[in-house]
C-alpha cells in the first residue's frame, strides 16, 4: 500500500518551559481533508506551524510524500507543496496585490497561472496595483487564497480562514476552499466555525491544552449531542 502523503509521529511544541503541543500523531491520505478543531490555547495553529517548519519540533518526526521531512526548514517544505497560510493572513501590505500573487509564484513565472486567479479574483485583478494593505479583511483573505494556489500547494493548511470577516465573505472564501479540495488538494484546517469545517472536512481531531482528546469521523462529531454542546456552542 502507498505510504499516506502526511504522517506526524509524537509530535510536541514547546515556548520556553510553556508546552503548547504534546505527542500529536496523524496520518493525511492524499485528497484527505481534516478539521483540527479545539478552544483558543489548545495547540492548533501550534500544529500547523510546526508542520509547516515555522516553529521548531522539540520532539517527533515528520514524513512527507514518503521521505523523512523531520528537520527539513520552512522553504524547501512550501517548494515541496506544504503550504501554510497563517491565521492573520500573512499579506505584505506594502507590496502590490500583484507583487503578493507574485511571491506565491516562488521565483517562477507563470503567466497562465497568474490569469487563472485573477479569474477567479476578479477583484484582485481590478485593483491589482493597490496596496494588500489597503484592503479589506475579506479581501486579504482571498488574497492569501489566491497566493497560496500560485504555490502549487499539495497539502494546504489554513489557520482561521474566516476569522473576522462577514458572512457574506465567509461563503466565498469557504467557497474558494471547496474549489480547492474538489480539485484534489488535500487540507488540514484550523477554523473557529467548528460546525462550517466538520461539514467541509472527512475527519477531525479534537485538541485540548496541547493534546488529542478526540479523533473521528466529522460526521460522527456533528452527531454527537455532547460534543456539539462542547465545541459548536449548541
Given at each position: ?6 504522517e ?12 503548547a503541543?504534546?505527542?500529536f ?7 484527505e481533508?481534516?478539521?483540527?478543531i479545539g478552544?483558543?490555547?489548545?495547540g ?17 518526526s ?13 522553504w ?31 521565483g517562477r ?42 504555490t502549487?500547494?499539495?497539502?494546504l493548511?489554513?489557520?482561521?480562514p ?13 467557497g ?14 484550523v ?31 456533528l452527531?454527537s ?6 465545541y459548536?456552542?449548541?
Amino acid at each position: 500500500m502507498a505510504e499516506p502523503l502526511l504522517e506526524v509521529s509524537h509530535l510536541a511544541v514547546h515556548y520556553g518551559g510553556i508546552e503548547a503541543l504534546c505527542d500529536f500523531s496523524l496520518q493525511l491520505e492524499e485528497g484527505e481533508k481534516v478539521a483540527l478543531i479545539g478552544a483558543n490555547g489548545a495547540g492548533k495553529s501550534s500544529t500547523l506551524k510546526a508542520l509547516a517548519g515555522v516553529v521548531p519540533f522539540a520532539q517527533g518526526s515528520l514524513r512527507y510524500d514518503g521521505m523523512d521531512w523531520t528537520h527539513q526548514p520552512a522553504w524547501k517544505r512550501a517548494r515541496a507543496g506544504l503550504i501554510l497560510v497563517p491565521e492573520g493572513r500573512g499579506v505584505f501590505p506594502r507590496l502590490s496585490i500583484a507583487e503578493n500573487l507574485q511571491m506565491g509564484q516562488m521565483g517562477r513565472s507563470d503567466p497562465a497561472a497568474m490569469e487563472k486567479v485573477y479569474v477567479r479574483f476578479p477583484r484582485l485583478y481590478e485593483r491589482r496595483t493597490q496596496a494588500a494593505g489597503t484592503l479589506s479583511g475579506g479581501e486579504q483573505q482571498l488574497l492569501a487564497l489566491g497566493r497560496a494556489l500560485l504555490t502549487r500547494p499539495r497539502l494546504l493548511m489554513l489557520d482561521e480562514p474566516s476569522m473576522g470577516l462577514a458572512p457574506q465573505r465567509v461563503d466565498e472564501v469557504f467557497g474558494v476552499i471547496a474549489e480547492m479540495v474538489q480539485a484534489g488538494t488535500t487540507l488540514l484546517l484550523v477554523e473557529q466555525n467548528a460546525r462550517r469545517a466538520l461539514e467541509l472536512c472527512d475527519r477531525a481531531l479534537i485538541l485540548e491544552s496541547g493534546r488529542v482528546v478526540f479523533s473521528d469521523r466529522a460526521a460522527v462529531c456533528l452527531a454527537s449531542p455532547a460534543l456539539r454542546a462542547a465545541y459548536l456552542g449548541e
